[in-house]
């Protein structure tokens, strides 16, 4: 029931729990008036490989920008700040995957110094796009099919990581990009030190679509991924007639096995269903799911 609740406030009602800092407690989740805030917590954001799709959802939420800032001191975000400070923080929101070794220094260095880091995307939380061939064929023959063998190198580039891969994470908000408004829901809760999971992160797209009295594209025989992604982005492809494809990441209680044998059952080459699975799943749920193609 918890998860339909917040839902139906998130995407019907737009409550998303930083609607007005100071309100009343019914006017959001679990508010607290300003004078209950002694002080408000450091905040940066931060984007390594990635397209910052998530960061520009960030600033595209503009009527409540103000809250967002003014419910933290954000002291370094690269697309909307001058003059951002790098110190100790409460919360750093980290978009894209690690690629570098630049990166990869810097995140652990950014890990040693803030107290809860949210992997923000799918590219943080699973390693993104630029995921989808690890573990098909070496790094270096497919770095070098793109840069070439020969020629100067800037960066010291390696197979791309989700945040994770590297250090602890504390929260992960996925969607590629992410959902605004499940953004400002984490965000309210974060700043004041509260549970910040999406309760949607439980239930694959599927409880999205029968909410949305969607009928069923697997019936249809259309190649579709619902029954395994964690909900969230509002059923947005399948109500459209298109096949979800996995954005928002493994739901937390899916049933793969069911899922290839289904799609396996309805004729889908085992090449496709890997490729589809591998675009946003990343390796690690891409290797359990060959495994299962296999047998």
């Known amino acids: 029931m918890w998860p339909l609740c917040y839902w139906f406030n998130l995407h019907l009602l737009r409550r998303t729990g930083i609607l007005l800092l100071g309100c009343d ?22 984007n390594f490989s990635g397209c910052s799709g998530c960061l520009l959802t960030i600033l595209n939420c503009e009527d409540e920008l103000l809250d967002i800032f003014g419910a933290a001191r954000v002291v370094s975000f690269l697309m909307a700040n001058r003059g951002n400070i790098e ?3 409460d919360i750093a929101f980290v978009d894209g ?18 107290k809860k880091l949210v ?21 270096i023959s497919r770095y070098q099919k793109v840069y070439g063998k020969t020629g ?6 390696f197979e791309s990581k989700p945040l994770d891969a590297l250090v602890k994470v504390d ?18 809760q974060l700043v004041r030190d509260l549970p910040a999971k999406p309760p949607l992160a439980k239930v694959p797209v599927c409880t999205e679509c029968k909410w949305r009295e969607n009928e069923c594209l697997l019936l249809k025989d259309k190649l579709c991924l619902g029954p395994i992604t964690a909900a969230g982005c509002n059923a947005r492809c399948p109500s459209n007639n298109t096949g979800c494809v996995g954005c928002f990441g493994p739901a937390d209680e899916q049933n793969l096995t069911s899922e290839i044998n289904l799609l396996k059952s309805k004729k889908f080459p085992i090449e496709t269903i890997e490729r589809k699975l591998r675009i946003f799943g990343g390796a690690r749920f891409a290797n359990e799911a060959k495994k299962l193609l296999r047998k």
């Not at 607290?32 to 450091?42: F, Y």
């Not at 995957?97 to 803030?114: A, H, M, N, P, Y």
């Open 25 to 46: 407690s019914y006017e959001g989740f679990n508010m607290k008036k300003d004078s209950e805030i002694i002080s408000k917590p450091l905040v940066g954001f931060y």
């Open 87 to 89: 110190k100790n923080l």
């Open 97 to 114: 995957s690690v690629t570098t070794k630049e990166q990869e220094e810097f995140l652990l260095d950014l890990r040693s110094r803030t």
């Open 119 to 139: 992997a923000l995307g799918t590219c943080a939380c699973y390693g993104g796009l630029q995921a989808m061939e690890n573990g098909r064929s070496p790094f």
């Open 152 to 157: 100067p190198t800037i960066v010291q580039a």
């Open 171 to 188: 929260h992960y908000q996925p969607g590629c990009p992410i959902d605004g408004n499940q953004f400002l829901f984490a965000y309210a």
